[in-house]
């Protein structure tokens, strides 16, 4: 199968995992781990059968800079477009809770993670689909650039998958996340999504209880003000399954499906949503019939399904083989 060359834009950042239960300020240690969500889904999609992607992403100068980079390199992503900047690399604190899945607390004031220069922006003609994270929105310098990027590889004629990753505590003022996640969606043509990805476009509560309609509804009323915006909303909703809905099957009408999440012994849902855009993007094309929609939908949360086996986000799926066969019990 042919697969287009990506490029994945965004954050890559140290993962603090504590060691043991209970309270962080207790705990005994911390293990660090790879992280950022562009990061984790880099590393899936050779592991879901695609080739390596591009990355552009900003690493600190200081050791967990190199610990990144040589992290990155294991998985063939230490590219042209890895650039190292002259401030420390941000770091994530992970707190495991109950029931919700891992919280993160983000330490990335005055580093270098966020802060991409948007007279860098890659050239997205060389590639076929380019893959956008919101996170770096945040950050004055990283909305121009990602927003710039967006925009060149849409008119460029990429596909353009944007996963908003939005994390309230990283937004100095709330109400700029909506619009710059808006614009951001704009130029997207696929959007990957949990439901607390849309609270900035007010359909947080919608997407827990009737995800089909939040799907649709977003697909209907695009980001906010904004009247373009993608034609495939694919949304996560964590042991609760995952769900499609698409304008761009060649069917005359909406395509809407959902699928409960595969029963998997998972210890760790870090980067299960990277997983299964990575997936996504190995088998997605516009134009695939509503079956074929379904045959992603049913591949991504294998994929998905199977990072929650494994501790972290970053290198955490087993290989495409393990990914089909569990996919491919839907069928059975
Ligand atoms: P995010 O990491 O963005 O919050 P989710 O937690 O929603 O993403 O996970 C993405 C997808 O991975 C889910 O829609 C589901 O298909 C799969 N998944 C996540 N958690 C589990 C789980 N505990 N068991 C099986 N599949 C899961």
Redo the contacts with the bound molecule.
Sequence with gaps: MHTPEVLVAGETLVDLVPAGSGSLATVSGFAHRPGGAPANLASGLPAVGHSPPALWTRLGDDPFGDFLQSALADHGLDGEFVERGDAPTALAVVAPTEDD?PRFSFYERGTTTLAFDPERVPDPARFECVHVSGVPLAHPEGRRAMLALAERASDAGCLVSVDPNYRPELWRRPDDAGDALGRLCSHADLLCC?AADLAPFGLESLARDDPEAAASAFLDAGPGSVDAGPDTVFL???????TVASDATGADERVTHSLP????D?VD?T??????CAGVLAEFAPGLSAGRLRDVLAF??AA??L??TQRGGFGALPGEAAVRRLAETTNA
Excluded: H
């Design positions: 899945g949990s996560t909703r964590g042991a609760g399954g995952a999440a595969f029963d998997v998972a849902a980067g299960a949503g990277d997983a299964f991504a949360s998905g399904a990072a929650t």
